[in-house]
Each structure stands twice: as C-alpha cells, then as structure tokens.
C-alpha cells in the first residue's frame, strides 16, 4: 500500500469524506494502444484507488465501441464495486450501445432528457470492393490455413456458410449484452429483447423502458452518489482522468479525436462493434 493512499485513509478516517471522482467515458470504446479509453478509464478507477475516494460518478459521452473493451470497463466497475465503490453512471450527449453496457454496471443511471442511448445490438459489417479492383486493374490473392481465415475479407462476398458463422458469433454476443443488462436493471430478458432490436432512446424513453432511474445532469448524478453514501456535507467533485500528455496539452485536443479525424479509424470497422458510427 502506498503512503499517500495510507495519508488519506487517516486524514478521511478522521474527517468525513465529502469527495466524489467523476472518470469519463469518452469517444469510441476501444482498447489499442494511444487510443485505448479502456485503459483510461481503469487508469482512473486505480487513481480513485490511490486517492482513498470511494464514490465515483462515470461520465458517458459515448457511441460505443469494440465488444472487449466495452467488457473490459463493465469488470473494472463491477470490482471495486465489490471493494465498496458507489458508482453512479451520468449519460451525456450519447450513451448508446457499448456506452450503455458500460452504464448498466453502475449502481444507479442519470440520464439527460434527451441523451441519446439504446443501439442495444452487435454488428459486425465489411466493405466489398472486389468490382472496384476490377475495373482498376487490382488482382488479389489469398493463401491461408483455413477456409474461414479470410471471411471478412473485401475482395470477396461472403458464402452462406460464413453468413452463419458470423451471426452464430453475433447472436452469442448479443446474448451476453441482454444478460448483463437482465442482471443489473433487473428486467426480464425476454421484455428487453422487445426492445433491443438496435433502435436508439432518449433520455425518457430510456427511463420509461427502465434502463435509467432518473432524469438529470452530471451535478444530479455527484448529489445521487453522495446520497447513496450517506454524505452530509455538500460533495466535492474531483477529476480522475488521466493527465493529457505533451501533445494534447500543446495542441489542446484529445490525441483520439486527432487521430480520428486523420482516419485511423478505418482499421476499427471490420471488427465486431456494438455500434460504430460511418465515419
């Protein structure tokens, strides 16, 4: 345990602890190098950690994203939750699919009247471009180990046979997300599936299907936790989010969204994703 975690512990054993950590959710969910927000966002569940701050509002402004990632924040919630973590999610301009299964694990959601949420569905989807190559003269070849190595490939359609693998892989994942939404919003999972069809919600609609508790802001959600927590005085709120390296703090922006809009995203799109916007 390090000394400023055992500092803390004293100072707030002694002094009620009024501080709320507000970690952010932002942009697409992914886990691969600079643009991993998986690991930002466990990066500051170990700050929380470190700070001896056990109340946290997650703040989501997401499309979604790659289905690992999005789990891996989903686990990350569900741990320190167990170690006595109040976590109250706050849905801001988008909370839709993987943004929403990252929500469900909280102990409470706020959402805006007119947040968008929902997309609740897998999609796995390829460009085929093979005529293109044609009638500019491209040839391609193959050679691999297996007769599925290639079933996303764009050179090709894909066979009825690869059609049902990847929905097999689709539907099994889809599964995972209605159960995990089952178990923390406690709605049967055959009603959800009326519903989870990958139509997108507002904030209401959202509330009235009872995927949120309450309609509100971030400031809403900061008064929920610190209620949840039982504080008595007015809560603190704290950033975790990890600190901006030289690049964003010399330009100003998020190195994601730089990288994104040089269309690094591209790889993104051939991989199963909850939801990713066409970019």
């Excluded at 170990?46 to 990632?69: D, H, Q, W």
Aim: glycine letters at 8%.
């Amino acid at each position: 345990m390090c000394i400023k975690k055992i500092i803390n512990g004293l100072k707030y054993g002694l002094f009620e602890d009024n501080r709320v950590g507000i970690i952010k959710v932002e942009g697409i969910i992914i886990d691969a190098g600079n643009l991993s927000s998986s690991s930002k966002v466990i990066e500051s569940f170990e700050n929380a950690e470190k700070m001896g701050i056990k109340n946290i509002v997650l703040r989501i402004n997401s499309p979604g994203g790659t289905v690992g990632a999005s789990q891996e924040i989903y686990r990350e919630i569900k741990k320190y939750q167990k170690e006595g973590m109040k976590i109250v999610a706050s849905l801001g301009d988008l909370a839709a699919s993987g943004g929403l299964y990252v929500a469900v694990a909280a102990d409470k959601i706020v959402s805006n009247p007119g947040t968008v949420t929902g997309s609740i569905g897998v999609i796995i989807k390829t460009n085929v471009v093979k005529k293109l190559y044609k009638k500019i003269g491209i040839d391609s070849q193959t050679v691999k180990s297996g007769k599925f190595k290639d079933i996303l490939s764009s050179t090709k359609n894909l066979s009825e046979e690869e059609k049902e693998i990847l929905q097999e892989l689709i539907d099994s994942t889809y599964e995972q997300f209605v159960e995990s939404i089952s178990e923390n919003r406690n709605i049967d999972k055959e009603d959800i599936k009326k519903f989870a069809d990958g139509r997108i919600f507002s904030g209401l609609q959202a509330k009235k299907l009872g995927l949120v508790d309450e309609i509100g802001s971030q400031s809403d959600a900061v008064d929920l936790v610190a209620k949840i927590a039982g504080m008595k005085k007015k809560p603190i709120s704290i950033n975790l989010s990890p600190k901006k390296s030289f690049m964003q703090k010399i330009t100003g922006s998020n190195l994601q969204e730089l990288l994104e809009n040089a269309g690094v995203n591209a790889f993104y799109k051939k991989t199963p994703l909850w939801l990713m916007p066409d970019f």
